[in-house]
């Protein structure tokens, strides 16, 4: 295939599969526009709860939904999502947002208020004169860029996985998250046909990102 003046790069995996040191990695060595589509989900989910709401609770949801300005806002190399103008803070992190994320998350009318949004962030990098973007999240290479010109799947054992987080002084219900993740009706988690599947449980980030890199590099025309 010829290098593509501007690439997309989907990055799709479970919870502490490594989505997010690579993506930061590869976005600081091709300079590629970093989105970190996991923090959306979250903000909206922590906005969400805010408002009293429950992800049982469609109707409710929908309308808050409908009332919600989004907008982006860059820091450095990466897409920040605001909400109403303000960029969430720390509580997108919090035991209540880990526990609640997946179950809003599995809203199709969530996802679909996130849809265009995600879409048109390529447009976003093109303005800031990125030489590209790289999604990271659960649907990018399946649902929101199947086209993309480099599409990964990453994954690991879940016990390593739980040790990683356990590593970054975490607590997170990694396995609570991937069941829902992969078993919702919306967008599942899932390896799209075509992409590249990566097993990182026993791998060096090195070797991660290397394997990567090198295909990114071959899409890209000489800098
Ligand atoms: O903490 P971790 O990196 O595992 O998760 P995250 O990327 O911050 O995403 C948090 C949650 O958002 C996931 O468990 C999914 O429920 C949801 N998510 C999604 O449904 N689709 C995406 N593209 C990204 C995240």
Redesign the pocket.
């Known amino acids: 295939m010829a290098p593509s003046p501007f690439i997309i790069v989907a990055i799709?995996?479970?919870?502490?599969?490594g989505?997010?040191s690579s993506s930061r990695t590869l976005s600081e060595r091709f300079h590629l526009l970093h989105v970190?589509?996991?923090?959306?989900?979250?903000a909206i989910?922590a906005e969400l709860l805010r408002l009293g709401l429950r992800a049982d609770d469609r109707p409710a949801v929908q309308a808050a939904l409908a009332g919600l300005q989004l907008g982006t806002r860059l820091n450095g190399r990466s897409a920040e999502l605001t909400i109403g103008g303000r960029v969430a803070g720390d509580e997108?992190?919090s035991r209540e947002v880990?526990d609640q994320?997946?179950?809003?998350?599995?809203l199709p009318e969530l996802?679909a208020a996130?849809l265009a949004y995600?879409r048109g962030l390529p447009a976003v990098g093109r303005q800031h004169q990125f030489r590209g973007v790289v999604?990271?999240?659960?649907?990018?290479g399946s649902?929101?860029f199947p086209d993309a010109d480099c599409r990964f799947f990453l994954h690991a054992d879940p016990v390593e996985r739980e040790r990683r987080?356990a590593g970054q002084g975490?607590q997170?219900q990694?396995r609570e998250?991937?069941r829902?993740?992969s078993s919702?009706q919306a967008?599942p988690?899932t390896c799209p046909a075509g992409a590249t599947s990566i097993d990182t449980t026993l791998a060096t980030r090195e070797e991660v990102v290397a394997q990567m890199a090198a295909a990114i590099a071959a899409r890209l025309p000489p800098a």
């Open positions: 799709d995996g479970g919870a502490a599969s989505k997010s970190d589509t996991g923090s959306y989900y979250r989910t997108i992190r880990n994320v997946s179950h809003f998350a599995a996802r996130l995600q999604m990271e999240g659960r649907d990018i649902v929101i987080r975490l997170d990694i998250r991937d829902i993740d919702r967008s988690l």
